[in-house]
C-alpha cells in the first residue's frame, strides 16, 4: 500500500502529517516554515499533458524553479509586502485596496479566475523564485 493510500485509510479523527502529491512541484520540506511560509520546488520529471492549459486542466507549464507561499494575516501587511516587492502576487484583495492598488503604476489588477467558483487559500501570498 503507498503512503497516499494509508493516508486515505485513515479514521477522519487522525490527521494525515504527510505532504505528498505528484505534480508540477514537489513541496520542500527544509524551507518549510508553518504557520509563516511553504516552499515548492520545481518537479523536474513533471511531463505536462499535450493539451493546453485550461483552468484546472490541461497541460501545466512550469516556468519558475521555486514557488514560496508566505502566510501573512493581515491584508494590509500583505499589500505592503505587495508594494514593495516583497511578494509577487496577492490573492483577492479587499475590494477597498482596488484604488490604491490602480493607481500604483508597479502593481495591476487581474481577473485570474473567471470560472465563478470560490476557492481559498486561506490567506496565502505567494513569491516566485
Known amino acids: 500500500m503507498q503512503k497516499s493510500e494509508k493516508d486515505a485509510a485513515k479514521p477522519v479523527t487522525e490527521a494525515v502529517t504527510a505532504n505528498i502529491g505528484s505534480g508540477p512541484?514537489?513541496?520542500n520540506h527544509a524551507l518549510a516554515k508553518p504557520g509563516a511560509s511553504f516552499a515548492y520546488d520545481r518537479n523536474?520529471?513533471?511531463v505536462p499533458r499535450s493539451e493546453p492549459s485550461d483552468g484546472f486542466a490541461g497541460g501545466k507549464i512550469v516556468k519558475?524553479?521555486?514557488v514560496i507561499w508566505d502566510l501573512i494575516g493581515d491584508q494590509q501587511?500583505?499589500?505592503?509586502a505587495l508594494q514593495a516587492g516583497e511578494i509577487d502576487f496577492l490573492e483577492g484583495p479587499?475590494?477597498?485596496?482596488?484604488?490604491e492598488i490602480e493607481s500604483d503604476?508597479?502593481?495591476a489588477l487581474q481577473v485570474l479566475d473567471t470560472s465563478r467558483q470560490v476557492y481559498y487559500l486561506h490567506e496565502l501570498f505567494a513569491k516566485a523564485v
Open 94 to 99: 479587499p475590494a477597498d485596496f482596488y484604488p
Open 44 to 46: 523536474e520529471k513533471y
Open 25 to 27: 512541484f514537489k513541496f
Open 77 to 80: 501587511t500583505a499589500l505592503a
Open 105 to 107: 503604476p508597479n502593481l
Open 64 to 66: 519558475v524553479d521555486r
